[in-house]
C-alpha cells in the first residue's frame, strides 16, 4: 500500500501533474489496490475536506493581507520598522526582518509576507548600495516568518487535520517565530559588520514619533487579532473576518490610499488563491481516508520505530525527511498529505502533537526556501530578477541558520509549549 501510494503520487508529480489531480488518482490507486472500487467514498470525502468550517478563516486571512499590501498598511509597516532600526550599519536588513515579523501578524502566509515586504524593501536596498543577491536573499528568510508567527495558515490546516486546537498552536508559534527573526537578524549583524553598508543618521524623536502613529493602526491590528482570540471573543475563523474588517476600514477611510475600483481584482486574487487551497484540501481529505484504510500510518511508524524508539532519535529521523520533501514539495500539499501519516506516530512515542505540529510547519517553512520547488525562492527571483541558481546560492546560509533554530525547538519543547501552557 504504501509503495503504491507514494509510488503513484510522486510519479504524477515528476511529470507535471498538478498536486490536487496527483492526490485524488493516488487515492484512486489505493482504492483499486485495495479492491473496494466506490469512487462515491472518495467523493463524499472530498465535500467533507472542503465543507469545514475552519477553513473559512484561510480566504479571509488571504483577503486581509491583499487589502493591507494594497491600501498602503504595509509600506507604514515598513517605514516604522526603518525609524526604528535602521540606522544602524546594514540597518534595511534589520527593517527587513522587523517588517516581515510584523506583517507575520496579520498575512499568516510567506508568499504574501515576502512578496509584500519586498516589493517595498529591495529596490530601496539596491539603489543604497546593498548586494542584490544577498538582499534578496534575507527578504525571501524573513517572509519564512510569515506562517509561524500567528495567524498561520499551515496552523490551521495542521488543527483541522490533527484535531488540535488552532489557539494553542498559533501561541505556540510566537517564541520559535521570535526565535528565528533574532537568528536571521545575528546572521545579518555578522555580515554587515563586514561590509561597506551605508550608515543613516538617527531619526529624530518626532519622525520616530510621526511613523509610529502612522503605522499605528496596522500594529494593533496583530493584537487585536491574538487578543480577541484570547479572550474568547471570537474564534480563529470569526478573527479572520474581524481582520477584513479593520483593514477594509482602515485603508478606505483613515488611510484613504484603497479605492473601491481596486476591490474587483483584490477579490478575485484572493478568490483564486482560496480555491487553490481548498480543492488541494479536498482531493487530500480523499487521500488521507485512503491512507488510514491502508494501514499506511502504522507501516510508516514500525518503519521508523524498528530504528529506534526514543523519541529524540525519531524526531531527528522525521525532521530530515521533512527536509528533503520540503525541497521537491509545497508546504500544504506536504502538510496535508504528511500529518495524517505522521500524527499517529508521535501520539504513540507520547509526544504532543501541539508540540510537533509547530515544529512541521517550522519545517516545511524551510523548504519555501529551497530548491527546485521553493515557493518563496521564486518570489524572491520575481522581486530581484536573479536567477534561481544565483539565489539559491545565497539563501543558504540562511536556510543553515534556519535548521539550527529547527533542531533548537525540537530538542527545547518548551520554546513551543512555554505560552500554551500559560493560557491553558
Known sequence: ?????????????????????????????????????????LVQHMLAGANNYTLMAIPFFMLAGELMNAGGMSRRIVQFANDLVGHVRG???YVTVVASMIFAGVSGTAVADTAAVGSILYPVMKEEGYAEDRSAALICAAGCTGPIIPPSMPMILYGVIGGVSIIKLFL?????????????????????????????????????????????????????ILGGILLGIFTPTEAAVVAVAYAFFVTVFV????????????????????????????????????????????????????????????????????????????????????????????????????YFGVVMVFNLCIGLLTPPVGTVLYVGCGLSNLSIIQLSRRVMPFVVVLILVLFLITYFPKTILFIPALFS
Open 172 to 224: 505556540g508559534g510566537i517564541v520559535p517565530g521570535v526565535i528565528m527573526g533574532l537568528a536571521l537578524m545575528a546572521f545579518w549583524f555578522f555580515h554587515a559588520r563586514g561590509s561597506n553598508y551605508p550608515v543613516k543618521k538617527r531619526p529624530s524623536f518626532r519622525q520616530l514619533l510621526r511613523s509610529t502613529l502612522s503605522a499605528s493602526w496596522a500594529l494593533v491590528m496583530p493584537f487585536i
Open 1 to 41: 500500500m504504501l509503495a503504491v501510494f507514494l509510488g503513484s503520487l510522486f510519479g504524477l508529480l515528476l511529470v507535471g501533474v498538478p498536486v490536487a489531480f496527483s492526490l485524488a488518482m493516488s487515492a484512486i490507486a489505493l482504492m483499486y489496490f485495495k479492491g473496494m472500487v466506490q469512487p462515491e467514498i
Open 91 to 93: 540597518g534595511l536588513g
Open 255 to 354: 488611510y484613504r490610499e484603497l479605492k473601491l475600483k481596486d476591490l474587483p481584482d483584490i477579490l478575485a486574487n484572493s478568490a483564486i488563491n482560496t480555491a487553490v487551497v481548498v480543492f488541494v484540501c479536498a482531493t487530500a481529505s480523499a487521500a488521507a481516508f485512503m491512507i488510514t484504510v491502508g494501514r499506511i500510518p502504522q507501516s510508516i511508524g514500525e518503519l521508523i520505530t524498528s530504528i529506534s524508539r526514543d523519541p529524540l532519535v525519531v524526531m531527528f529521523i522525521i525532521n530530515i525527511f521533512l527536509l528533503l520533501v520540503g525541497a521537491v514539495m509545497d508546504l500544504t500539499p506536504a502538510m496535508l498529505i504528511l500529518a495524517p501519516i505522521l500524527i499517529p506516530l508521535v501520539k504513540s512515542l507520547g509526544l504532543d502533537p501541539l
